[in-house]
């Protein structure tokens, strides 16, 4: 292979694996979303194996360029990207789907494993294999710009897929043109492997180290220390202490979690769709493009100051709960993890060791990332009841950065100096720290019982005279106590609701067969008679627990009831043809809005278990968004009738709710019950598939 050509092979492979790498987590992330319930937790464990795979990508190239000959290497690497390519779709097809019984993590961790381990496990090993491959075969060039040129690759990935890939392509021809980029990306990266096998031993160590030093140096300019202090640690290079070590895998697995964590908030509040997942992602990996590409993007005082403000804005909307506006959180969320992330990774290249020690160095970066990801996806769920990692990880990354201040000689921290700046710092910390905490106390606090699990966090509210079920900070369920109000409808469910009018005012003259997705507290139960049957679909077994042993309505209820544990989607498509009269779709009233039960596919099972004159009850009463367009969209592509009705508070136990009517019998929706609560439909239609369900086309609702 000539010279002339090998900076553009090693150019393109570097690209192209950077834009693979970043552009597969959404895309496999989406295509399994609607099989395990549309959980913020999907993306958590997606993360979670990413995370894992990358820094074993990373020892394998560490191992690799260490250990074994450049000709092996090379055999080695083309082998197993023959391997890769052999493997064919990344997408995986409808055998993965998930039984109730299944592990939701385990599932998914081994469904990615399967479908797209190895592939990804050599995209991620190509960065610093490629780089080491480039120094021995272009001596006197730096090999760091590879990485700059594998920043840029990354984040057009994750720019373009919410706004170019998603919305012009469905998931299977997404996966389809990604698999043919991974073999252009296989042929060119064997190719970069024989150019390294081929090129003759010379030392080459001594030069990189050289021009490496002097390329810092240049990018380095508002570094606090000396070109002579520079030029000693390049010829005596000092080797890095355990507490060097330890800040390397703290810093990077601080900012982790805090992108996971912020990410989940985020999901939770809004709903769980790849451009939610994107943004912070974009933003984390925006921190390392800075960060490492030279200095003069970090500044600590700036960065610092910023994460306290932003900090202090995001706890102040916390404490409003619901009251806060959806575009106030993700604008303060999004700038505290800017921040953080900033100040992490900034803090991080301030601590760049000697060259001798980079491989080290990174290793410790991709093991603190990989750490942080199993933290939140497999320790904080098993040692927390609560998203107590949120709260955590917003006062590690405060508190964090002032170890590393105390311990840098050109910061006025450093060793105590500067007392009452320190004594300002710590005062603002601990000011804001203490409120965080206090905030999760007051959210965990007076709880009889709670939950965490894959499908969100449950908890049980026990008061004098009603118990109350709540999924987050959403009121899932409340019964009174007092037995002659027990079997009252409340919250969402009061007989003036779109639900209550459904099925106890307007009702057939005949027993009533009913679809309910989303247990809740078994409030529904109240309107079944005898002859009835509901039958109701609930992903969560904790929610089915809660149901039983805190609350009377199932005991209570003279029809008959059945439980059917999975998602209702999936359980739907597996069924027979069960001749619903209504079909009430109750999981919509939380922050996270699981987008695959809207969808196109989701409406042509709903169409398959209805009766021909039967309703389609939705509850749309969401904090943020207003779901009207979607459900217009799916009455006119189906030529129902829909109405949307409205109940304020009656402070008898009725909460405000919207219900959503999709149903062929206009008679039934004619009644004067119903257009004396009716709202307008509007007049925008808005329709989701599987493939495409953009947030971004729902108007965000005005409080």
């Given at each position: 292979?000539?010279?002339?050509?090998?900076?553009?092979?090693?150019?393109?492979?570097?690209?192209?694996?950077?834009?693979?790498?970043?552009?597969?987590?959404?895309?496999?992330?989406?295509?399994?979303?609607?099989?395990?319930?549309?959980?913020?937790?999907?993306?958590?464990?997606?993360?979670?194996?990413?995370?894992?795979?990358?820094?074993?990508?990373?020892?394998?190239?560490?191992?690799?360029?260490?250990?074994?000959?450049?000709?092996?290497?090379?055999?080695?690497?083309?082998?197993?990207?023959?391997?890769?390519?052999?493997?064919?779709?990344?997408?995986?097809?409808?055998?993965?789907?998930?039984?109730?019984?299944?592990?939701?993590?385990?599932?998914?961790?081994?469904?990615?494993?399967?479908?797209?381990?190895?592939?990804?496990?050599?995209?991620?090993?190509?960065?610093?294999?490629?780089?080491?491959?480039?120094?021995?075969?272009?001596?006197?060039?730096?090999?760091?710009?590879?990485?700059?040129?594998?920043?840029?690759?990354?984040?057009?990935?994750?720019?373009?897929?919410?706004?170019?890939?998603?919305?012009?392509?469905?998931?299977?021809?997404?996966?389809?043109?990604?698999?043919?980029?991974?073999?252009?990306?296989?042929?060119?990266?064997?190719?970069?492997?024989?150019?390294?096998?081929?090129?003759?031993?010379?030392?080459?160590?001594?030069?990189?180290?050289?021009?490496?030093?002097?390329?810092?140096?240049?990018?380095?300019?508002?570094?606090?220390?000396?070109?002579?202090?520079?030029?000693?640690?390049?010829?005596?290079?000092?080797?890095?202490?355990?507490?060097?070590?330890?800040?390397?895998?703290?810093?990077?697995?601080?900012?982790?979690?805090?992108?996971?964590?912020?990410?989940?908030?985020?999901?939770?509040?809004?709903?769980?769709?790849?451009?939610?997942?994107?943004?912070?992602?974009?933003?984390?990996?925006?921190?390392?493009?800075?960060?490492?590409?030279?200095t003069r993007w970090y500044v600590r005082s700036i960065l610092y100051g910023g994460l306290i403000i932003s900090t202090g804005y995001s706890a102040s909307l916390l404490h409003q709960g619901g009251k806060a506006l959806m575009m106030h959180q993700l604008v303060s969320f999004f700038s505290m993890l800017f921040?953080?992330?900033?100040?992490?990774?900034?803090?991080?290249?301030?601590?760049?060791?000697?060259?001798?020690?980079?491989?080290?160095?990174?290793?410790?970066?991709?093991?603190?990332?990989?750490?942080?990801?199993?933290?939140?996806?497999?320790?904080?769920?098993?040692?927390?009841?609560?998203?107590?990692?949120?709260?955590?990880?917003?006062?590690?990354?405060?508190?964090?950065?002032?170890?590393?201040?105390?311990?840098?000689?050109?910061?006025?921290?450093?060793?105590?100096?500067?007392?009452?700046?320190?004594?300002?710092?710590?005062?603002?910390?601990?000011?804001?720290?203490?409120?965080?905490?206090?905030?999760?106390?007051?959210?965990?606090?007076?709880?009889?019982?709670?939950?965490?699990?894959?499908?969100?966090?449950?908890?049980?509210?026990?008061?004098?005279?009603?118990?109350?079920?709540?999924?987050?900070?959403?009121?899932?369920?409340?019964?009174?106590?007092?037995?002659?109000?027990?079997?009252?409808?409340?919250?969402?469910?009061?007989?003036?609701?779109?639900?209550?009018?459904?099925?106890?005012?307007?009702?057939?003259?005949?027993?009533?067969?009913?679809?309910?997705?989303?247990?809740?507290?078994?409030?529904?139960?109240?309107?079944?008679?005898?002859?009835?049957?509901?039958?109701?679909?609930?992903?969560?077994?904790?929610?089915?627990?809660?149901?039983?042993?805190?609350?009377?309505?199932?005991?209570?209820?003279?029809?008959?009831?059945?439980?059917?544990?999975?998602?209702?989607?999936?359980?739907?498509?597996?069924?027979?043809?069960?001749?619903?009269?209504?079909?009430?779709?109750?999981?919509?009233?939380?922050?996270?809005?699981?987008?695959?039960?809207?969808?196109?596919?989701?409406?042509?099972?709903?169409?398959?278990?209805?009766?021909?004159?039967?309703?389609?009850?939705?509850?749309?009463?969401?904090?943020?968004?207003?779901?009207?367009?979607?459900?217009?969209?799916?009455?006119?592509?189906?030529?129902?009738?829909?109405?949307?009705?409205?109940?304020?508070?009656?402070?008898?136990?009725?909460?405000?709710?919207?219900?959503?009517?999709?149903?062929?019998?206009?008679?039934?929706?004619?009644?004067?019950?119903?257009?004396?609560?009716?709202?307008?439909?509007?007049?925008?239609?808005?329709?989701?598939?599987?493939?495409?369900?953009?947030?971004?086309?729902?108007?965000?609702?005005r409080e």
């Open positions: 292979m000539t010279s002339r050509w090998t900076t553009p092979l090693f150019a393109l492979t570097t690209f192209l694996s950077a834009f693979l790498l970043f552009q597969v987590q959404p895309l496999l992330s989406k295509a399994i979303l609607p099989w395990f319930g549309g959980s913020p937790a999907v993306w958590t464990v997606c993360m979670l194996f990413f995370q894992i795979v990358l820094f074993c990508g990373y020892v394998y190239a560490h191992l690799a360029t260490k250990y074994v000959p450049r000709e092996f290497q090379a055999l080695l690497h083309v082998t197993l990207l023959a391997v890769a390519v052999s493997l064919g779709p990344i997408t995986p097809d409808a055998s993965w789907k998930p039984n109730p019984a299944d592990d939701p993590t385990g599932r998914i961790m081994l469904l990615l494993t399967v479908c797209i381990g190895l592939p990804y496990f050599l995209l991620s090993a190509t960065g610093p294999l490629l780089q080491s491959w480039f120094a021995r075969t272009k001596t006197g060039v730096s090999p760091y710009r590879l990485y700059a040129l594998s920043n840029v690759g990354s984040l057009l990935a994750l720019l373009s897929y919410p706004f170019a890939f998603e919305p012009a392509f469905d998931i299977f021809r997404q996966g389809q043109l990604w698999s043919w980029g991974f073999f252009v990306f296989a042929v060119t990266c064997g190719l970069c492997a024989l150019a390294n096998a081929m090129q003759p031993d010379a030392p080459f160590e001594l030069k990189i180290a050289s021009e490496t030093t002097n390329d810092e140096s240049e990018a380095d300019t508002t570094n606090d220390l000396s070109n002579a202090e520079t030029t000693q640690s390049t010829i005596a290079p000092s080797q890095p202490n355990r507490l060097d070590w330890t800040l390397w895998i703290a810093l990077p697995m601080t900012a982790c979690v805090l992108l996971i964590a912020t990410t989940n908030q985020v999901c939770q509040e809004v709903a769980v769709i790849p451009f939610l997942w994107i943004v912070p992602l974009t933003i984390y990996l925006l921190s390392f493009i800075l960060t490492f590409d030279s921040c953080g992330c900033m100040v992490c990774h900034g803090e991080l290249v301030r601590m760049k060791p000697h060259p001798k020690y980079l491989t080290s160095f990174y290793l410790c970066i991709s093991a603190g990332g990989a750490l942080g990801g199993m933290f939140v996806g497999l320790v904080a769920p098993r040692i927390f009841t609560s998203y107590a990692e949120f709260y955590w990880s917003i006062v590690v990354v405060l508190v964090l950065p002032l170890l590393v201040f105390a311990r840098d000689a050109s910061c006025p921290l450093y060793r105590g100096r500067s007392a009452w700046l320190w004594a300002a710092l710590i005062a603002v910390t601990a000011s804001l720290s203490i409120n965080l905490l206090l905030h999760l106390r007051q959210i965990t606090g007076d709880r009889t019982d709670a939950v965490r699990n894959f499908f969100g966090v449950l908890k049980i509210e026990e008061y004098i005279d009603v118990v109350k079920m709540k999924h987050g900070g959403v009121l899932h369920g409340m019964q009174f106590l007092d037995p002659e109000r027990r079997r009252q409808a409340t919250t969402y469910y009061s007989k003036k609701s779109g639900m209550g009018l459904i099925l106890n005012a307007h009702r057939p003259d005949r027993p009533m067969k009913v679809g309910l997705v989303g247990l809740g507290g078994g409030t529904s139960a109240v309107y079944g008679r005898e002859g009835d049957h509901l039958r109701f679909y609930e992903i969560n077994p904790e929610a089915v627990r809660f149901a039983k042993q805190y609350f009377s309505y199932l005991q209570d209820c003279p029809a008959k009831t059945d439980i059917v544990l999975g998602d209702a989607r999936l359980q739907m498509e597996l069924e027979a043809a069960q001749s619903y009269d209504a079909i009430v779709l109750d999981a919509f009233s939380g922050d996270g809005v699981p987008a695959h039960l809207l969808t196109v596919e989701a409406f042509d099972i709903y169409s398959k278990h209805l009766r021909e004159k039967g309703v389609v009850a939705v509850h749309i009463s969401n904090r943020h968004l207003d779901l009207r367009p979607v459900l217009l969209a799916h009455a006119d592509r189906l030529n129902l009738k829909m109405l949307v009705v409205r109940q304020e508070r009656d402070g008898l136990g009725a909460e405000r709710n919207v219900w959503v009517l999709l149903t062929k019998d206009e008679a039934l929706l004619a009644h004067s019950d119903f257009q004396q609560q009716k709202m307008s439909n509007g007049d925008r239609k808005v329709l989701w598939t599987d493939a495409r369900s953009d947030l971004m086309a729902i108007r965000v609702k």
